[in-house]
């Protein structure tokens, strides 16, 4: 496996069609629009049906991202799926997203590393690939947020929403696509953004589900800080592992959790606007899904080419963190 590489055969992406405007959430929550444009960046985001679930949006965006390759489902060799909001425990939503597909050769398994998901995926495909071991590779990140969403908390109900991107990846021996890849975590913060019942932890109980553990908690304020710092950090190591430097980027692309985090981002690595991929006002954040929806949206624009250069950098639950340069 000499000098063999990875190269993005193809990418698609899937949202849901119901749109939860800022308007909508004030007749729910004690906020508005003024409030969530200045403090978040969001306008809207997307809400699956209640008979939607993450493998359903998963698949859909598999589908596209297969045409786009040219690959028939039984030409994957590996299924992962970057998820914090699995359709269940068990079987993985890779499993059922396999079923619905018809990819029976491929092997299958989710990822738990919240927002950062699809870059510590994009990781495994990588040393997969180069190691031999598999040829192509679907990976996905999908979320259905919603369904982990405390409608009643208007500190994080404001903030997320549905929606899921794939990449199919393959070998090459010629121009490889995933340049560097650097990853981070720490769990000493792990109190500040998490889903605290139902697990291990806090068994599903008539308690833990009064007491709403079933929905997911973050310390925004806290979150904020620790995600400017991590992100601009790891997106320097991504860009130095691949020997390259800002002014050689066509395009960042960081997590879409907040403007203002993704603001001071660009202010640090000194990247222009036109540089900084922003759709967090259509979607909000969209957990692991975000950087690879925002990916194949800014292909399908033309906002990149073929050969150009581009970063993708997120921050999550975890806390973890991580920055790819890859080749378009
Ligand atoms: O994807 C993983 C990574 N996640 C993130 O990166 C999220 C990071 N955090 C954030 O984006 C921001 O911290 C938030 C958008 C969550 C909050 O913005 P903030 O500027 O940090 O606000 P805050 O938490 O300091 O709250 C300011 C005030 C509070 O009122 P008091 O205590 O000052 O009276 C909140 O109760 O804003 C209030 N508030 C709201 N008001 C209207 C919080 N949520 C809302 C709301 N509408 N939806």
Redesign the pocket.
Known sequence: MENCGVKILGTGSYLPSRVLTNADLEKMVQ??DE??TT??GIKERRIADDKTATSDLAVEAAKNALKEAGLAPTDIDAIIVATVTPDMFFPSTACLVQKQLGASKAACFDLSAA?TGFIYGLACAKSFIESGMFSNILLIGAETLSKITDWND??TC??FGDGAGAMVLGRTSGQKSVLSVHLGADGNYESL?KLPGGGSRNPATAKTVEERLHFMKME??E??KV?VMKMSEAAEKALEIAGKKTGDLALVIP?Q??LR?IEAIAKRMALPAEKVYVNLHKYG?V?AATTIIALDEARKESRVKPGDLVELVA???GFTWGATVIQL
């Open positions: 906020t508005s409030w969530i403090r978040t927002c208007r500190n404001v903030l953004l925004g304020r979150v904020f995600a997590h959790a907040n985090i954040n957990s921050f999550g639950g």
